[in-house]
């Protein structure tokens, strides 16, 4: 049986981080354009992380709603694969975006991170979809 208070409990942490850290890139990030620390592309990164992390944290919350509708496993795997997609999506980016500031450039190897969190996300959205046409009982 899934344990959806979990899951409740992990998209508030993820919604409360993606706007923390989408005020972080509006803010101070911008603020450090000027000096050179970090690039417009960098900060447009950063925020497209920021924006995948919600879109995907509130896809989530979507599944958590869904679950006694659709009673379907196919749920379960859409929501890992969303959770999955935003630690290596948007988390590979938050670090490849901000690695100037902290003279960290040997974080350069996240690079095919980022798209492989991409794919995740893709396959969450084809479980969401599955999940419609797949119903199950539950036990």
């Not at 919600?54 to 958590?64: E, K, Q, R, W």
Request: proline share 2%; charged share 10%.
């Amino acid at each position: 049986m899934i344990n959806w208070n979990k899951h409740l409990l992990i998209i508030g942490l993820l919604g409360a981080l993606a706007v923390s850290l989408g005020a972080l890139g509006a803010h101070w990030l911008k603020n450090q354009l000027p000096g050179g620390l970090i690039t417009v592309d960098q900060l447009n990164g950063f925020d497209t992380a920021v924006k995948y992390q919600m879109y995907h944290t509130l896809a989530m919350l979507l599944v958590v709603i869904l679950k006694d509708k659709l009673q379907s496993k196919f749920l379960s795997w859409a929501y890992n694969c969303f959770l999955i997609g935003i630690i290596m999506f948007s988390g590979s980016l938050y670090f490849l975006c901000t690695r100037n500031l902290y003279n960290a450039d040997f974080l350069k190897f996240l690079g095919p991170v980022t798209p492989l969190g991409g794919l995740f996300f893709v396959a969450g959205w084809i479980f969401l979809g599955i999940s419609a046409m797949k119903k199950e009982t539950r036990n």
